[in-house]
């Protein structure tokens, strides 16, 4: 083992920190996994089970929140398994290939329903689906995710990681974009020219559970495990399960990063579905075919914008870091909400695309700065611990964003509500779109505001990122 640590500098990664294209690629096809398996079917449950199938809306929301439980369970466990498994496969591949196509398999099966059954029925049809389908999906997506902190060790090539993967996402987003739409072409339409938007439902998700079950197959092919190939398989021992929440929580820059995470996604969470409203009933004057369309234009115009975010926060965080990047960030979202109350406005409606557009703008650069981090979180506690806990940090991070988040999600019915929004009225009462306005504003802002404190605490900076890695390949060598 080498003993001597090798001078690192602010230089372009040498040759053997760079990651093949070819990998990187490998890696962002995981993206379709994510969102199709994770959010798909939360978006066109409602859409199939409500309003075709007339399905209580409780029950289905009741569904989604038993979900969280799970996927919180479910998360951490794979999380652990993984950080612990030893095979010629490494420890996430074989995850990523099993739980990939069985998580491509199973999607369309979410919607292997029959007509005409009662609420119960599908109640516990939609429950047990979710008790299978969500620690399949944990199987893919734990160990996914932890491979994109170890793939490489240099503090900018993991930058470059993340923004190749979530350019790749922006295809499944278009797809997620377009998924009510497809269940209501006319080749699904019934003898009396309705829409079987059911049967739409279990075409659209076979075709893209094959998609799926095609990426899962090439991940596991075109990406490697350069952590555990040269450093765990030979040198870590076991982690305990309890590690994958209290010790992880235990490590301060982790802590930092996520308490950013959370201010940033509830912030955001709280008010989403109050653009919309904004859109129908202040823009549009409560003309609702008119503010679809335009959330339609909105959807693709943030769509264009989020894709032009990546390369543009990635080139920042090259050139001065990723803690001065994602203060860029969350310095231009505060700007982009506060914009809002201008950019909605009914005599210039068009504006309303910049209003998404920059919100996506800075949304696309916080996602691939933050979870780029990780791996810069991971090598300080490998410092303090003298363990690869990829797994642990990527469970614990995900279960408690999505508790947090849907958290938020939770609040905004009720937001809306105190806003004094009326859904039997077209023309709203001008006390309530303000308080639509200003609430759509404000929250995030204070949101952002709290997530830039928490940064600001953050102490990985790119010096002290090379400081780190030279310790650590002084003690146990090159990787």
């Not at 329903?113 to 944990?138: A, C, E, H, K, N």
């Not at 790749?168 to 079987?196: N, R, S, V, W, Y």
């Not at 929580?249 to 955001?268: E, N, S, W």
């Amino acid at each position: 083992m080498n003993t001597q640590a090798v001078p690192l500098t602010k230089a372009v990664p040498p040759a053997a920190d760079r990651l093949p294209m070819s990998q990187k690629v490998g890696f962002g096809l995981g993206s379709i996994l994510d969102m199709w398996g994770h959010w798909l079917y939360p978006s066109l449950a409602f859409h199939v089970f409500n309003i075709f199938l007339g399905v209580a809306p409780g029950l289905i929301s009741t569904v989604q929140m038993i979900k969280i439980f799970i996927d919180a369970a479910s998360d951490a466990i794979f999380g652990w398994i993984s950080d612990n498994t030893r095979t010629r496969f490494g420890r996430r591949r074989p995850f990523i290939l099993v739980g990939g196509v069985l998580a491509g398999i199973g999607l369309p099966l979410m919607f292997a329903v029959g007509r005409g059954w009662t609420d119960t029925q599908y109640f516990i049809f939609m429950l047990v689906s979710m008790v299978i389908y969500v620690p399949v999906m944990s199987c893919f997506n734990m160990p996914w995710s932890s491979l994109g902190a170890e793939m490489t060790p240099d503090y900018h090539e993991r930058t470059t990681v993340m923004a190749i993967r979530n350019a790749i996402q922006k295809g499944p987003e278009l797809a997620m974009f377009f998924a009510a739409q497809f269940t209501t072409l006319a080749i699904f339409h019934d003898e009396h020219g309705k829409p079987d938007i059911l049967r739409g439902a279990q075409t659209y998700c076979t075709i893209l559970g094959a998609i799926m079950v095609v990426a899962a197959v090439a991940i596991f092919f075109m990406v490697r495990e350069r952590y555990y190939e040269k450093l765990v398989a030979r040198t870590q021992s076991h982690i305990p399960l309890a590690d994958t929440l209290w010790r992880t929580l235990r490590c301060k820059p982790f802590r930092h990063i996520l308490g950013m995470m959370l201010a940033y996604g509830i912030g955001t969470a709280m008010v989403g579905a109050l653009g919309y409203y904004a859109t129908v009933y202040y823009v549009c004057h409560g003309n609702v075919v008119e503010g679809a369309a335009w959330n339609t234009a909105m959807g693709l115009a943030g769509m264009g914008f989020g894709f032009a975010g990546i390369p543009f926060f990635t080139w920042i965080a090259r050139r001065w870091g990723k803690r001065v990047g994602l203060a860029t960030v969350l310095s231009l979202a505060i700007c982009a909400f506060i914009g809002d109350w201008w950019l909605y406005d009914p005599a210039r409606p068009i504006l309303q695309l910049f209003a998404c557009g920059f919100v996506a703008f800075t949304g696309a650069g916080f996602w691939t700065l933050y979870n780029a981090t990780l791996g810069d979180v991971v090598d300080y506690d490998e410092l303090h611990t003298g363990q690869r806990r990829e797994g642990s940090f990527s469970a614990c991070q995900s279960w408690i964003s999505k508790l947090g988040i849907a958290l938020g999600v939770g609040a905004s019915g009720w937001i809306l509500q105190y806003t004094g929004f009326d859904s039997k009225q077209a023309v709203q009462d001008p006390q309530a779109i303000f308080m639509i306005r200003l609430l759509l504003s404000g929250i995030p802002v204070i949101g952002l505001v709290i997530a830039l404190v928490s940064l600001l605490r953050f102490e990985l900076t790119e010096d002290r990122m090379l400081e780190i890695r030279a310790q650590l390949e002084a003690a146990r060598g090159r990787v």
